[in-house]
């Protein structure tokens, strides 16, 4: 591991740079915009009413694999209130395809040009085939359902391991095969582990195809100004700034002349990361109509077409030692990524494959990869983004472990942790882990849980005839994402910071909010920094015009990139202001401090100026002694670019594209009914390391909310499809979120490892929560039934599926394990 | 959305409705509650030609005491089903069903008639009422018929309804000495049941329903099977009647058929383990319990409708402000307040009244906006979340409670969170945490995982229960 390198990329931002911990920083701010949010005054992009709006509907495919004949609108045109009906060969005509997120052929993997509209052909239900204008939004979509498509059905491929079959059919024939890229990652020697290993546990994992499904669908509404040649779009987005440039080149129109707007965004976990073919449409008709034109999506079509993830198997074999040391580890993951697109989805394989084997120390390790195209809705991005499934892989696999080897779930995990004092550590993939505490962590949980006492419980539960069990889950989760050559993914970003005349801060970020709340965060960051209260600071973000370049929000970066872009632009400014205000103290700058709203000289703090007092200075007496050795204003903008990226390769030629690794363990009480399957979640506990917390309220709120959607993926939430690739799951009523029944009681306790690599020592929070839980229930479920040879490999745990696994789990012998115990 | 126009007529005599019926033809829906027809229409499944809505006719909405049955209006809505009285004493699982029916939104707008008329096959009335030998009072032009449960439910969502009938009342006999228990297996709350199940015994006879483990619920008379008591092996006797009985088990994206056929037997043994359990006293009084003495809402009488056309007139009260307006008829109530009054603090998360974003309070309760026609709501009053606070320096208790408990993030469920929230506390002023958690079970959160949102609603309950303010009434 180069250390030494490190350290020396690491350059200025040498830990000791860090502010002492201060009022705000660490404190329960409410949320800025919470007062607003609260009584109904947030502003979504549904909720744009624009002077002669038209309204955009959409005519989607009814098949998996069809090529397009034709598209008559003739009798839609022929409706009232319709203003035009455009279908895939305009498009294709006068438009560019969707950016890709970044070059696909640097990693060898295949790449799509994927239009706004279809136009030839189409490759899964629900893909755009024609776009309707009309006047109100109710005949824009009965028009679109008067619009005739003629399709010639293809051979559809439902199935990703039937798709890598030689004589599958193909979805894209330019190709040659259904698979994405194939990649193995090998180190150490393998084949030696497992020949020294005194047993082998081995099993094929699956997780489910599941959605986002923020509560606001997308939507987006432009105008265009022909005067100005200007064009506005209001979008349900998380990224703006490439948004922006996407629209610009994929409609051909100057980059300077479109302005982004981010408007409220009612939750997003990263499905409004990339560029879909809505946005290009709505731009590119309010452009050619010159009438604003507005476009939400139903829920229906945001559970059809609105990305999809995580369906994927992972067969495993681990070798362990009989003291429960795992000492190689065999994966083929094979990923049912959907139809080929623009969307930033199949890429999450990827990470599953080099976040694997997480927090452990496993030398000898051989992955593949199989990202397979289907001919199912695109996999898109969504919270754990890859990273959930090796999470759960590994807990599986100490779970096996541990009952193989007759030792504690807790101690196995113990034993195979990577220790605290090895960090920054490289793990198999080249990524480097920055920085945590995993036993530490352990400890603390396994008393929150009240892990040592819980048998106790159990029994007493089992005299009631109730059937409870403990399970243990540990996620590590990647974040701070940087992919070469990648507009949209990169792991930098920029603030500016801007003191006015009279006090008040505003800071403009290039990092966005999905609806997190990061702004109060930002906001705490550029308090202290500055010495203000949190009640001085504004933060504006998500429009491009105001705004400094930036990637939005993903990949939990608000904080660790944003805060730290606004904590070195706000230190810029205070280095200013305590310069003037050294002068006017006749002190040196460095022998004062600010504080809420205060300068003082450290030694004596009741000799103090007010904050907005030094900065009149600066505005109203430019020229006058104290402020004529600075440079006028008071305005920032600087640019954060983290330190633990490594995008050129080690020697064996591993990257790193994730610099932050924030991790969790998670325990959790179930409750199972054997009779029936039926499941119910009673606690769940967490010890959750996210480096420096900024607003532990925000975090926790964060982190909860990971939960309840880690929750949804064990037990309720499904996407469906049939054998013909038709989607079966497109109402709230076949796809069952979670409700507030089904979520337990949460308990959260923090553990601190700061980073070593951001100012702040923040890490992230945005993606915790869902992925240590997958792995805990299953646990606890196998722990319920201990009299059962119980193993969860297959999610989620519906009640028939649970059922079925308890009918035909085989009834344990004293002495028997999941492993082939060698002798 | 509703994309195909339709004719809306809502009579306030039910001759008026049948007469509207006898002559309309076939394609005419009736609209009860609306809880299973608009998410329906929604999703272009029902086109209908002309929507009839019966809740303008006043009086559809009671429980009246007729000697050895009580007698339920079929406009009765669920939740006045859950609080009254008559039905806690004489028929408690009949409350017991219609507490599990969706969440509270679905309750306080969907009624046991349109329930009845709807005949989903695992619907939670259906069991309890072909348990207890309920009859189904139907009314056409050629005068008035009754027919028993048992042989209502024809088949898979279809009626012994004729052409040209309405359901009227259901009568419901009262239990007596006897024993009854109502229990089901669901995915999540809010959910209809995978398989559910009513259980009604007395010394001598024992009789059992399933619902969700055929096209209709299936009557089991199993007085034989219990002639020694309620055993393990009279039960296990019952489950393998019961799973005989159910070889037509539907298949769904929930359960198999197999597994339909074997949850009914373990449901039906529940169900019966219960109901042996209780003494009907003491089940009346549970329920009593949760009987509380509120009066019931009616719809007031039609302000003025405009017959035949594409649109409609109504005239309501909008956060206590009267408005006469016009409505496209395929307009929802959740779109009349975003898009032709600006109210956009509703929000749409779903449009199927399925995620609770859209809940405001429709004449004091509250109801998902998305599935009640704008149409329908000539001569209501409805509050938003806009009538809660005047401005930002004063928001409602319950408000500044989600501030200071983080009880929001992106805040797109908040104002119909808050909306169900505030139902809740003038129901219960002093919910636990397990009821705080049913009573916002209509609501979908994508981001807190529920756990702020439980704590700013105890707290706020807290903060009101010392002093301050009830919530507005
Ligand atoms: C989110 C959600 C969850 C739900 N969960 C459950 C559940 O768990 N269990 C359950 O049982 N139900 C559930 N329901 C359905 C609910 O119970 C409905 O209220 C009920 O099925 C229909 O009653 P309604 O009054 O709303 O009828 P409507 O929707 O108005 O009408 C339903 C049908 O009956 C017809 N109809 C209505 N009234 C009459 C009448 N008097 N005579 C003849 N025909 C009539 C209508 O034309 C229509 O075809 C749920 C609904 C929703 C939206
Ligand atoms: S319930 Fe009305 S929008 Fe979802
Ligand atoms: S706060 Fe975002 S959905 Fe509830």
Sequence with gaps: MATEQLHATAGSVAPGDAPEPRPAMGSRVPGLNSRVLVVGRGTYVGDLSLPGMLHMALVRSIYAHALVKSVDASAAQA??????????????????????????????????????????RVRYVGEAVAAVVAED????????ELVEVEYEELPVVSDAERGMAPDAPLIEPAWGTNVVMQRTTEVGDVAGAFAAADGVVSGCLSTQRYSASPMEPRGYAAVYDAFRDQLTLWASTQCPHPLRHYIANIIGIDESRVRVIQANVGGAFGSKIPTYQEEPLVAYLARKLKRPIKWIEERSENLLTGGHAREQKVHFEAAYKRDGQVIGLKARIVADVGAPSALAGWEMSLVT???????????????????????KCPWNAYRGYGKETASFLMDRIMDDVARATGIDRAAVRMRNYIQPHEFPYQQVSGVILDSGNYPGAMRKLLDLVGYAEFPKLQAEARAEGRRIGLGLGQELVAEGCSLPTSLLIAGYDGATVRVNPSGQVTVL??????????????????????????????VIQGDTETCPWGLGNYSSRAVIMGGSATYMAAGDLREKILKVAGHMFEVLPADLECRGGRIFPKDAPTRYLAFNEVVRTIYNDTFGVHAKEIEPG???????????????????GRSSAYPSWPNAVVGAIVEVDPATGALKLLRVCMVHDCGVVVNPMLAEGNVHGGIAQG??????????????????????????????????????????????FTPLGTKGVGESGVAAILGAI?????????????????????????????????????????????? | MIIQEFEFRAPDKLGEALAVLAEGGDDIKLLSGGMSLMPMMALGLVRPRMVLSLNRIEGRGYVRDDRDALRVGAGTRHYEIIRDPLIARHCPLLAEAASFIGDMQVRNRGTIGGSLAHADPAADYSPVLVTVGARVVVRSRRGEREIAAEKFFTGLMATALARGEIVTEVVVPKLGAARGAYTRLHRIEGNFAIVNAAAVLNDANARIALGGAGPVPIALDVSAELSHGVTDDALAAVGRRVRAACGDAPADLNASADYRRQMAAVYAERALAIAAGRTPARHAAEMGRKAAASASTQNKPAAGTVGGALRTAIAIAVNGQPRRLEADNRMVLADLLRDVLGLTGTHIGCGTGSCGACTVMLDGRTVKSCSVLAADVDGCAVETIESLAPDIQHLHPLQESFVRNHGQQCGYCTPGMVMSALQLLRDNPNPDEAAIRHGISGNLCRCTGYQFIVNAISDAARALAAGKPPPAA
């Design chain 1, 79 to 120: 409706l009232a209130g319709v203003v035009c009906v455009v279908a895939g060969d305009e498009i294709r005509q006068n438009t560019k395809p969707i950016p890709q997120a970044y070059t696909k052929a640097g990693i060898g993997a295949h790449a799509y040009d994927w239009y706004a509209l279809a136009h030839d």
């Design chain 1, 137 to 144: 939004k109710y005949t824009a979509r009965k028009a679109a």
């Design chain 1, 353 to 375: 494959n080099f976040c694997i084997p997480t927090v452990y120390k496993i030398p000898n390790c051989r992955i593949e990869l199989f990202p397979v195209a289907t001919n």
């Design chain 1, 509 to 538: 970020t290039g990092v966005t909010s999905p609806g997190s709340g990061n702004e109060t965060a930002i906001a705490q960051v550029a308090a202290d920094t500055l010495g203000v209260e949190v009640d001085a600071v504004r």
């Design chain 1, 634 to 652: 008071l305005e920032a903008t600087r640019y954060f670019r983290h330190p633990n990226i490594y995008q050129e390769g080690d020697p064996e």
């Design chain 1, 711 to 756: 929750i949804g993926g064990a037990i309720y939430e499904h996407l469906v499809y049939d054998e013909n690739g038709q989607f079966k799951t497109a109402t709230f009523m076949d796809y069952t979120l979670p409700t507030a029944v089904e979520i337990p009681p949460l308990e959260l306790a923090h553990q601190e490892t700061r980073s070593p």
């Design chain 1, 778 to 823: 299953c646990s606890a479920v196998e722990n319920a039934l201990p009299e059962l040879d119980l193993r969860l490999l297959e999610m989620p745990l519906s009640p028939e599926r649970l059922w079925r696994a308890i009918q035909d789990a085989p009834r344990k012998r004293a002495d028997d394990g999941a492993g082939s115990a060698r002798s």
